[in-house]
């Protein structure tokens, strides 16, 4: 098993120095504007495309024992993961030409579409979330479903503003979430995607020179968010056999879920379209407060590694699915009415007097 653990790990570094010699021979690189995207240098995309080949090659190819798609358990998560081609796909001809924000709700809302109808699998009870007994929805889980795991994967993407961001919050996550799986007896396999991602950041954070970075774009960003969302979704819709409870996700992904609803609801106060591009997310208005890019990772990181094992704690003493939801309630409001909404009227106001 070591050699194997060793094959995908040397494989895994061979894509990702693959694509940073390979994409920026054909244009295919981020570039700086000045506003929003402020790195030096173009840089390689296609750090989505790296982490589903390695992860691919992991898991069906070295380690199919373990597989998620050969564990009766875990067949749904196989469906997803093949239909995340479709969202990478579309990602990358974003990439390359953007497209209409209306073609990549499409696509996301279809490929959701898809799983459901191949897997069977969406949210029908949300669980005790408001003290007075479990949350049965039904069929309509499955609109429900739909709508959470398209704005998981925009989330995610609006998210990727500052190098290793999206990368360290999916690690926090998928690495809390083996941990409870193994808890739960089942296999180990799951692990592997947080060797991954620890591989992509060792590029994507430039440790290895400027050179050899390599962003995830929005093609990776959207997969990472769409490949979380139903990781989410399918391990916590199985019955008695769940490894985690529907509230539990909002601790998980709480950074990227806390900062997509406060932009939503700022830029419908602003009467903007919720996806028009702007510098009021969660990094930005810390850079924007004089932190340095540096400061603002390792704040973020370290909140979202305190949610994650706040998830775990809950977990272990069993603390109630109400006391959860309202507590991540709570969290949510207070940064929004005390730290976003009073700094994005101060940055807007700063913009005007200029």
Same mark, same amino acid.
């Given at each position: *098993?070591?050699?194997?653990?060793?094959?995908?790990?040397?494989?895994?570094?061979?894509?990702?120095?693959?694509?940073?010699?390979?994409?920026?021979?054909?244009?295919?690189?981020? %570039?700086?504007?000045?506003?929003?995207?402020?790195?030096?240098?173009?840089? +390689?995309?296609?750090?989505?495309?790296?982490?589903?080949? #390695?992860?691919?090659?992991?898991?069906?190819?070295?380690?199919?024992?373990?597989?998620?798609?050969?564990?009766?358990?875990?067949?749904?998560? #196989?469906?997803?993961?093949?239909?995340?081609?479709?969202?990478?796909?579309?990602?990358?001809? !974003?990439?390359?030409?953007?497209?209409?924000?209306?073609?990549?709700?499409?696509?996301?809302?279809? =490929?959701?579409?898809?799983?459901?109808?191949?897997?069977?699998?969406?949210?029908?009870?949300?669980?005790?979330?408001?003290?007075?007994?479990?949350?049965?929805?039904?069929?309509?889980?499955?609109?429900?479903?739909?709508?959470?795991?398209?704005?998981?994967?925009?989330?995610?993407?609006?998210? !990727?503003?500052?190098?290793?961001?999206?990368?360290?919050?999916?690690?926090?996550?998928?690495?809390?979430?083996?941990?409870?799986?193994?808890?739960?007896?089942?296999?180990?396999?799951?692990?592997?995607?947080?060797?991954?991602?620890?591989?992509?950041?060792?590029?994507?954070?430039?440790?290895?020179?400027?050179? %050899?970075?390599?962003?995830?774009? !929005?093609?990776?960003?959207?997969?990472?968010?769409?490949?979380?969302?139903?990781?989410?979704?399918?391990?916590? @819709?199985?019955?008695?056999? +769940?490894?985690?409870?529907?509230?539990?996700?909002?601790?998980?992904? =709480?950074?990227?879920?806390? !900062?997509?609803?406060?932009?939503?609801?700022? %830029?419908?106060?602003?009467?903007? @379209?919720?996806?028009?591009?702007?510098?009021?997310?969660?990094?930005?208005? *810390?850079?924007?407060?004089?932190?340095?890019?540096?400061?603002?990772?390792?704040?973020?990181? #370290? /909140?979202?590694?305190?949610? =994650?094992?706040?998830?775990?704690?809950?977990?272990?003493?069993?603390?109630?699915?109400?006391?959860?939801?309202?507590?991540?309630?709570?969290?949510?409001?207070?940064?929004?009415?005390? /730290?976003?909404?009073?700094? +994005?009227?101060?940055?807007? %106001?700063?913009?005007?007097?200029?």
């Amino acid at each position: *098993m070591l050699v194997n653990y060793l094959i995908a790990t040397t494989l895994t570094v061979i894509f990702f120095w693959f694509i940073t010699f390979i994409f920026p021979r054909f244009g295919i690189v981020d %570039r700086p504007d000045g506003v929003r995207k402020i790195h030096k240098g173009e840089i +390689s995309l296609g750090g989505g495309i790296g982490l589903f080949l #390695s992860t691919t090659v992991f898991m069906y190819v070295l380690f199919p024992e373990y597989s998620v798609g050969v564990n009766h358990k875990f067949q749904a998560l #196989s469906v997803v993961w093949f239909t995340s081609i479709i969202i990478l796909a579309m990602g990358f001809l !974003d990439d390359i030409k953007p497209l209409p924000a209306s073609f990549r709700l499409i696509i996301q809302i279809l =490929s959701s579409w898809l799983v459901i109808i191949l897997t069977d699998v969406y949210l029908r009870d949300f669980g005790n979330l408001f003290g007075f007994g479990n949350i049965y929805v039904g069929d309509i889980g499955i609109p429900i479903t739909i709508f959470m795991v398209v704005g998981v994967c925009n989330a995610f993407n609006m998210l !990727d503003g500052i190098d290793g961001l999206v990368g360290l919050v999916a690690f926090s996550a998928a690495t809390v979430v083996s941990i409870l799986a193994w808890i739960n007896g089942e296999s180990g396999v799951l692990f592997l995607g947080s060797v991954v991602l620890i591989i992509f950041l060792v590029f994507n954070l430039g440790l290895l020179g400027r050179k %050899r970075k390599v962003f995830l774009g !929005d093609s990776g960003a959207m997969w990472v968010g769409f490949i979380t969302a139903w990781f989410l979704v399918t391990l916590s @819709s199985s019955g008695n056999e +769940s490894i985690i409870k529907p509230v539990n996700a909002l601790w998980l992904v =709480s950074i990227p879920l806390i !900062d997509a609803l406060s932009t939503f609801l700022t %830029r419908l106060a602003n009467r903007k @379209s919720i996806f028009a591009g702007d510098r009021t997310h969660i990094h930005h208005l *810390m850079l924007d407060a004089g932190l340095t890019k540096k400061a603002v990772l390792i704040i973020l990181f #370290s /909140i979202s590694i305190i949610s =994650s094992t706040t998830l775990l704690f809950f977990v272990s003493q069993k603390v109630e699915e109400s006391f959860q939801f309202f507590g991540f309630l709570t969290i949510w409001l207070v940064y929004y009415l005390i /730290i976003k909404y009073p700094l +994005s009227k101060h940055n807007k %106001r700063d913009h005007k007097s200029k």
